[in-house]
Structures are given as structure tokens and as C-alpha cells.
């Protein structure tokens, strides 16, 4: 099928090993012949590196030779010799800045394409105009769930009713699943986190042997329920069967990831407690029981403020069956729903696609660089709100991405595109050499990249906080991660030291990596690397360069509203600034709903910053309003 159609789609059961064999049987079959290199992307950074070293290990080689691959701040892939190469989809889009016909591949597989990510939806969207200049290129849409007809019609260049003429197809491939039974509530539960840990306690009391997929929906929510797990462990290590209880989240350092896949001894049961990403991306062996709370968490932008923030949602029934189907792959197992049937019935068929929820500068930013102009054109599976595109183009055109044209600019445009970093922190490392902080610069942005810098050891709280504190600093979040960065570095970069800090050593080693990559690209467009020697106010500045437009103003009910919106924001526990005297202008990183809508990664900034450093965007009043607040206006 790969030889007669343009475009393959395959949908695969979890489990009938389309990302693991696919690629060897193509490889087997000459696509990869004449240097020509298949790539495989995954929209997960964990499942990319799982499978190329699976890939790997089944060939016989070393990864990074024949079989490799690229993410985010990372790669082991060889330019001569690598012939498997699986990365990201984003990391595909930045490959196409640089060969936008992507002469070198032979065949594309977009893996889990059901997820719907930002990256895989653009990847789609451009391998449709790539195939029009090279037809000889293969392109293969694979999931486990997906609507197959949709992609089919997406990709199929026929314009007669002539199915013989059709330039893509359908394979439709069978896992080797076993049944699962599935158990709804009776009853609404009211709280799904404690739910979930009593219900693995049950199934751990009451069972045969078998390991527990938990589902929750972020990295704070997984750590409670291990703490509260790893304390029931304590409690009945004497009765049998102990229990090994094990997180599973993207921020969590690739070692600590790898522990998941690790075999158990005959008299232990593996409890893995996961976010979406243990949904469809990885297979962890093993797993008789799942628990599936019923919600998932994902980035939405509102369409009145462009406020993007985590909101927790309920899942779709796509994602439920998803998640019970990891029951079922070596053994019959059973899924446990925390809701009820007719709650079930309820839920969206699908999860609305990433584009049609998310703040699309970033979007446009790689569109305009790969010479897109007319990005509202654009050929997408899933057309964005109209409103999300004005935003994006508003906020690129306040950063000073795009011209009144709404062309890219030269070279500013151009050169935050080459950032694998969100616009923001582009403008603020561009802006950096010529306030004379980059080196500051650099360390903020990398280590802002890193979930989990403090890490709460369990039991200790009031141990871990202590230790906090000892970093941070008036000014805020980012100069706080500035002064972990530094005392770590100052204390030779030790293991131990980080544990008696309750600092991530993992995460602050890959911050060196990413400070590293981000020097080479400033270096690589002349910004001088230097330090301001501890000028707390041009760091500040720095970040307002690049934040600006999420500024916002302590009200007097002690809530923030933003500038531009007054929409209102609570500072995040977690911050440094979370204290009885808060202070009364901020900027912020991102936005994160659960019971308020929180700020996190706050700085302190004085307003007349705001208008001095972006006049374009800010204006001062009336004389009258300047005496009375000191408060910058939005420019019309």
C-alpha cells in the first residue's frame, strides 16, 4: 500500500506494534536505500526516546547510530549513518526551515496522530503542500484511534469519484488485546484524587497479582497520591504482597521515567500513577488494572482575554477507552472508571484538537518563517477560532515578529522563529545583548523550561520549604531560579549538595544543556554573551522586553488584574511573591486554572517600565489618572 498511495493511513489497536515494526519493515523493504532516512514523529518527547531505543535494542545497535533521534534540547542521531530517525512533530517543523521539501526523508510516519497536538496538526497541514512538489515522498498517518476517512480525505489528491485514481488509503491493523472489563461508579465521586488512591488500596487488598496504571491529571496530583501510596506500603509491607509505587509525567527526569518499564520481583505489585502521557504514547508491561479519574488537564486559551492556562477537564470517550485498553495488553484485565455510566455517555466523542484551543503566536511564527504568508489560508485539518489567529498575530506584531503588513520582520522576525522557545522568551533573549544581561538572560529561560526545580520530599514539607526560601528573593520567580542556578554551580554542580536543598540535580544538569544550546543560537546571530554583575532592575527589564503583555496590577480585593484585560489572577502558592504583602505591579510566565486561575513564574516591575520599554503597546492617561495611579493604559 506504502508503494501504490502518496498517503497510508493505518489504524492500529494499542498493541499491534505499528510504532515499534513499522519503521523496520519499511527499512527491510529499501525505503531507506541511497542515504534516504525514514523519520518517525511522536508528540511526546518520553515516547520518541522509548521507541527509538526499543528500535534499537530489537535491530542490535547502538542508538544514535542506525537507529536515532531528536527532541527538544536533545538528540543521538547520526547525519551519515542514522537510517530510523524518530523526533517530534515540532522538531520535524524546525527541520523544514532549514529543507522545506525534506529531500532527505523517503517515508514520514506521523505516530499518534489521534492526539492532536499543535505540532502534528501544522506537520499535517505542510506535508499536504510538500507532497504536491514531491510526490515521490510516503507519508503514513498512524493511531490507535482516529477518524481515518477524515485523514484519508485530507490527503487524497482525487478529484473524480474514481476510486482507482485515489492517492491515499486505509490499512486497518488488529492488536493482540485481551478482554477488559469495565467498572463504573455508582455514584459521583467528590473528590477523584482521594478516590483513586482508596481504589488501588481495594484492588491491592483484594486482587490477584497484576500491576496498577493510576490516571491523574498533573505532576502535583501524581506526587501527592505516590506520597500517599508509598505511605500505605509502610503500613502493610508486613501483610504479603508489597507495593512499588512509581510517577509518570513529562517534567520528570528521563531516569526516573525509565523506572516505569522496570520488572518487578515475583512478591511485588508496580503501581505507576500517570498523567496522559501513560494514555497512548508509552506501553508499560504488566499492567492488569487501570484507574481512570475521569479528567484530563490541557492548555486552552480564552477567547475573550487570550489568557492561555491549564485548565482540568473531563476527558473525552476517546481518551476513556484509550486509558482501559492499557488494561488488556498482556493479560485480561479490568478498568476502573471514577463515574458514572450515564456520566460516560455524556463526555465529547473526541478531545478538541490543541490548534483550536491554544495561543497560536508560536503557530504563525513558524508558518511566516517557513514562507507561509497567508497563514489564515492555511490548509488546516481543524480551522482555529478566528479570534485565537487575531490574538496571535496581535501579540507577534506587539513582539515585534511581524510588520504592518503583517509581514516577518528582518531580522527580528526571522531570528525569534529560529528559537525553540515560546515568542516571549525569544524577544527577551534577543533583547538581552543590548541591555547587557544575556548571560542572566540564558539561565532564566533555560531553567524555566525545567517543571520541577524544588522538589517536596515526602513527609518533609516544612524541610523543603525552608530550604526554598533560602534562594528566593523579593523581585520574584525568575531572579529566585537565577540564584538556584548560581549557588549550584558555585557548589560544583554536586549531587548532594542538591539533595540537602531538596533541588532536582536531574533537571538542573539538563538546564546546563539548554543554556549551552540557546548560547550557540545567540552567538550564532552576534548578541554578545555578557553579564550586568547582579543590576537586579536590567534583568527585570529584560523580562519585561519579552512579557510585557502580561503585566498585571494588584486590585484592592487582593486579587490581580491584568492590564490590557483586567482579567482577574491570584498569585500561585508556589511562587516566592505568595506572601501577605504582595507587590502591586507583576509580570508572568503562564497561567494555570484549578479552583482561581493562578499566576506562575511572577517578576516585580515598576510600571513606568511597561511604557518606556513598550510604548507601542502601552500609554500613559490622562494627567489627572497618571497622578492618581501611575498606571500605564493600553495604546489604541
Known sequence: MVEKYK??????????????????????????????????????????????????????????????????????????????????????VREMMKDPLLSKYSVIMLDEAHERTLYTDIVIGLLRKIQKKRPALRLIVASATLDAEKFRDFFNDNPTKDSRLDTAGILTVEGNMYTTDVFYSLNPVPDYMKATVETVVKIHRSEPPGDILAFLTGQDEVDEAVSLLIEEARRSSKDGMKIWALPMYAALPSSEQMKVFARTSQNTRKIVVATTIAEASITINGIA????????????????????????????????????????????????????????????????????????????????ALGIDKVL??????????????RGLELLYALGALDDDGDLTDPLGKMMAEFPLNPMYAKMLLSSGDLGCSEEAVIIAAMTQIQNIHITISGKKITSDKAKRK??????????????????????????????????????????????????????????????????????????????????????????????????????PTSVLYTEKPPEWIVFNEVVQTKKDFMRDVTVIEPEWLYELAPHYYQYGTESEIAASKRPRIGT
Open 7 to 92: 498517503t497510508l493511513v493505518i489504524v492500529g489497536e494499542t498493541g499491534c506494534g505499528k510504532s515499534t515494526q513499522l519503521p523496520q519493515y519499511l527499512m527491510e523493504a529499501g525505503w531507506a536505500a541511497n542515504n534516504y532516512v525514514i523519520a518517525v514523529t511522536q508528540p511526546r518527547r518520553v515516547a520518541t526516546v522509548t521507541v527509538a531505543k526499543r528500535v534499537a535494542e530489537e535491530r542490535g545497535v547502538m542508538l544514535g547510530d542506525e537507529v536515532g533521534y531528536a527532541i527538544r534540547f536533545d538528540d543521538a542521531w547520526d547525519e551519515n549513518h542514522t537510517r530510523i530517525k524518530f523526533m517530534t512533530d515540532g522538531l520535524l
Open 289 to 368: 488494572y487501570v484507574i481512570d479519574c475521569g479528567f484530563v488537564k490541557f492548555k486552552a486559551v480564552n477567547a475573550k482575554t487570550g489568557i492561555e492556562s491549564l485548565v482540568t477537564v473531563p476527558v473525552s470517550q476517546a481518551s476513556a477507552q484509550q486509558r482501559s485498553g492499557r488494561a488488556g495488553r498482556v493479560r485480561s484485565g479490568k478498568a476502573y472508571r471514577l463515574y458514572t455510566e450515564d456520566d460516560f455517555h455524556k463526555l465529547r466523542e473526541d478531545t478538541v484538537p490543541e490548534m483550536q484551543r491554544s495561543n497560536l503566536a508560536p503557530v504563525i511564527l513558524q508558518l511566516k
Open 377 to 390: 489560508r492555511f490548509h488546516f485539518l481543524s480551522p482555529p477560532p478566528a479570534q485565537n489567529m487575531v
Open 471 to 572: 534562594f528566593s528573593v523579593m523581585e520574584g520567580d525568575h531572579l529566585s531560579l537565577l540564584n538556584v542556578y548560581r549557588a549550584f554551580h558555585k557548589y560544583g554542580q554536586n549531587s548532594r549538595w542538591c539533595h540537602n536543598n531538596c533541588l532536582n540535580y536531574k533537571g538542573l544538569c539538563r538546564a546546563n544543556e539548554i543554556i549551552q544550546q540557546l548560547k550557540v543560537i545567540l552567538k550564532r546571530f552576534n548578541i554578545p554573551l555578557v553579564s550586568c554583575d547582579g543590576d537586579v532592575d536590567t534583568i527585570r527589564q529584560c523580562i519585561v522586553m519579552g512579557f510585557f503583555a502580561n503585566a498585571a496590577r494588584l486590585h484592592y480585593s487582593g486579587a490581580y488584574l491584568t492590564i490590557k484585560d483586567e482579567y482577574t489572577l491570584n498569585i500561585h
